[in-house]
């Protein structure tokens, strides 16, 4: 029975260990739910059914997931909310690179992002840009 529990132990610590690679490789300082052990696990749950998992590891290999959620605030707007401006592709590819912080007073500035890979900034910008508006 106490081996039992070890090891149940070693697998949860293992399973933790890989939400929080997917995440970002663990460098979430700003991530203020990051102490519940509940909400990464519930958090993945939701990016990895609604964001394609090959736009997922895009923007998790650029840090954008430290940041943004698809559909809830973290220390940036949800890209769903991004997406009801309506912004053109050619426009939100502008604005990865050169963010313009006045357009989210609620917000810290997003330091700007001109050394992502123009095709990775190209393919983030259109999938932000075919989010459903309501
Ligand atoms: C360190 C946190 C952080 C990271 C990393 C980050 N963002 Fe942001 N992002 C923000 C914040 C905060 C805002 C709102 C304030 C602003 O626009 O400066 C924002 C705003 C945006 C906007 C809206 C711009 C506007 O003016 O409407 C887009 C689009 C965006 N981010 C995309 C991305 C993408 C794509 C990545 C990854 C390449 C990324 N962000 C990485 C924090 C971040």
Redesign the pocket.
């Given at each position: 029975m106490k081996l039992f529990h070890t090891f149940s132990h070693a697998i949860l610590a293992l399973s933790c260990a890989s939400i929080t690679t997917a995440c970002g490789g663990g460098s979430e300082p700003?991530t203020p739910e990051a102490p519940t052990m509940k909400l990464p696990a519930k958090k993945e749950q939701i990016v990895g059914t609604i964001i394609p998992s090959e736009m997922k590891s895009i923007?998790a290999k650029?840090?954008?997931l430290?940041?943004?959620k698809i559909d809830s605030k973290l220390?940036?707007?949800s890209f769903l909310d991004?997406a009801q401006?309506g912004?053109t592709q050619k426009e939100?590819v502008q604005?990865?690179k050169e963010?313009?912080?006045e357009?989210?007073p609620d917000?810290?500035?997003?330091?700007p992002?001109a050394w992502?890979e123009g095709e990775q900034i190209e393919a983030?910008a259109a999938w932000?840009a075919a989010l459903p508006q309501e």
């Open positions: 700003y923007l650029n840090t954008c430290g940041c943004h220390v940036g707007p991004i401006r912004y939100l604005l990865i963010p313009v912080p357009n989210w917000y810290p500035p997003m330091a992002m992502v983030m932000i």
